[in-house]
């Protein structure tokens, strides 16, 4: 067991790293580094550097169900309540869904009708009249859409969060290193046990234990993860609404059609309609390897693939048609670390005699555990076991997975995987 004033360096300053940081000085660790390639936190390459990410309890697993639910808790307390706002989630089908989407409805809806705190939030909600009879703001036609309204839900704007639990975390004693300084090229092995990290301009730090917390990067600091996580991307747009727009919009719920995508409230401050088509998401796999990584440089993903623009666009004809043919702007690919089997990774990398942990495989569905992603770290620390008692969240054995139906059968995706390469947008003639 890592005594609490051990040197201990969380590397990656994104939704995992901060919570763990938070959770260990809470719990009274007391020499913390935290390493973040990124000049500023909200890093701009966090998956979390967003206006808004679902926080929504029910899931097909009541395992993250019952995880949730003590997340929104949490939400609720003094250092997140005021990045938390609880504006009910309407999830839905619309008339040409095709069958596997219907399907993940209906469990996602008798997941939250079947949980005795959730189920008295729960409106279902047959057609366009009941949907526009509790989503007044709404005057699309709604064509075929069905499901439910859950007020227990709603969202969290991430990137300011992130920004709260580094403030609270540098006050308590935490070191931050950013930019050149905190760009962690390699974990330091002697022997097998880690010593501490070096960065890329060269220097050592010394730590007894290393947590590596970089999110879609995982498989570049630890290696020996191989396809265990790949680094896959969703895109992301906005509508930029006037002041007038913004605030005739206040309240509505995130909204969601599982074949198209879905939107958030407008955010105040930037006047920005957050829009996310569904579907399998794009892959930059290595043909050597096979595994996925990010994109150098932020340019490369900050566009959205023509095919979801038609998508969100037909998402909004559904429901908000004034604002179907708008530009779209800050577009994005956001990169995650994903699981073949959606499970988060928190365990201790084997063959490390305990002293390094990894954090990752939050499959695109991390953000709402934010505030207690934390107590999990410090549960391993503490627990009597070298292993993460939690079968699921275990070091992965590879088991020679089939590239073609990678991640394929889990339920809520929806469609095939792309790769990065085949959806450059067009470049201008010249
Ligand atoms: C489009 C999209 C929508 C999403 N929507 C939701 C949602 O609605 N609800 C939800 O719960 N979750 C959602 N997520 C998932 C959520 O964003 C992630 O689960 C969460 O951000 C994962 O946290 P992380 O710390 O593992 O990774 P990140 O937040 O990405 O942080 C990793 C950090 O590591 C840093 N780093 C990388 N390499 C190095 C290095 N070598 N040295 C130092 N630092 C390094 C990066 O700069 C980054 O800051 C969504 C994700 C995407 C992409
Ligand atoms: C934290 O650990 C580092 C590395 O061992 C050491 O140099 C530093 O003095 C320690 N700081 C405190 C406050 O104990
Ligand atoms: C690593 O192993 C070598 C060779 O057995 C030994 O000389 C050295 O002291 C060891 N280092 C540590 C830190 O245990
Ligand atoms: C750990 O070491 C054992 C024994 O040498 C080896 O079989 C196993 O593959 C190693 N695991 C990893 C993840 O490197």
Redesign the pocket.
């Known amino acids: 067991m890592v005594a609490k004033s051990s040197p201990i360096i969380i ?7 901060l919570s763990t940081a938070l959770h260990l000085t809470q719990n009274g660790y007391t020499n913390i580094s935290v ?4 000049t500023q936190i909200p ?1 701009r ?4 550097n ?1 206006l808004n ?3 929504r309890a029910e899931y097909e697993d009541p395992f993250y169900t019952d995880l949730t639910i003590k997340a929104i808790a949490t939400w609720k307390t003094a250092l997140f309540a005021p990045h938390f706002h609880q504006t009910g989630f309407l999830h839905c089908v619309s008339g040409n869904a095709p069958a596997k989407a219907i399907a993940t409805l209906k469990r996602f809806q008798e997941s939250a009708e079947r949980h005795p705190q959730i189920q008295p939030h729960v409106v279902p909600l047959t057609d366009k009249t009941a949907i526009r009879e509790l989503c007044w703001q709404y005057d699309g036609q709604f064509p075929g859409w069905n499901g439910y309204l859950n007020r227990f839900d709603g ?1 969290a704007h ?1 990137a300011n969060a992130l920004k709260a639990v580094y403030h609270a975390t540098q006050a308590a004693g935490v070191r931050f290193f950013l930019g050149q300084h ?4 390699e974990v330091v092995y002697e022997n097998g046990t880690s010593r501490g990290i070096r960065t890329s301009s060269g220097r050592f730090h010394a730590a007894e234990l290393v947590i590596v ?5 995982a498989a ?2 630890v290696p020996e993860v191989g396809d265990q996580v790949v680094a896959k ?4 747009a906005h509508v930029h609404l006037t002041d007038e727009e913004t605030s005739a919009l206040r309240g509505i719920p995130i909204t969601y059609a599982r074949d198209l995508g879905f939107f958030f409230e407008p955010d105040p401050k930037t006047n920005l309609l957050k829009l ?1 088509p569904m579907g399998g998401g794009y892959l930059n796999t290595d043909p050597r390897t096979g595994v996925s990584h990010v994109p150098e440089g932020l340019a490369s993903s900050a566009f959205m693939p023509l095919d979801d623009e038609l998508q969100v666009r037909r998402l909004l004809q559904h429901t908000l048609p004034a604002l179907a043919e708008r530009p779209l702007v800050q577009k994005w690919l ?4 994903d699981t073949s089997d959606s499970d988060f990774i928190i365990d201790y990398v084997p063959n490390t005699s305990s002293s390094v942990v990894l ?2 495989g ?1 499959s ?6 934010f505030p207690i992603v934390g107590s999990w770290v410090k549960d391993l620390l503490e627990g009597p076991q070298r292993q993460q008692p939690i079968a699921r969240w275990r070091w992965k054995s590879q088991k020679g997975q089939t590239k073609a139906n990678w991640g394929g059968d889990v339920s809520w995706r929806l469609g095939e995987s792309k790769e990065f390469k085949d959806i450059q947008p067009n470049k201008p003639k010249l």
Do not use: N
């Open positions: 590397i990656g300053g994104g939704a995992f790293g390493f973040e390639k990124d890093p390459s966090s998956a979390a967003d990410k679902i926080v969202y991430s905190g760009d962690v090229a917390a970089v999110g879609a990067a570049k600091i991307s969703w895109s992301v996310c956001c990169w995650f670390a954090l990752s939050d695109g569905h991390g953000f709402k555990m």
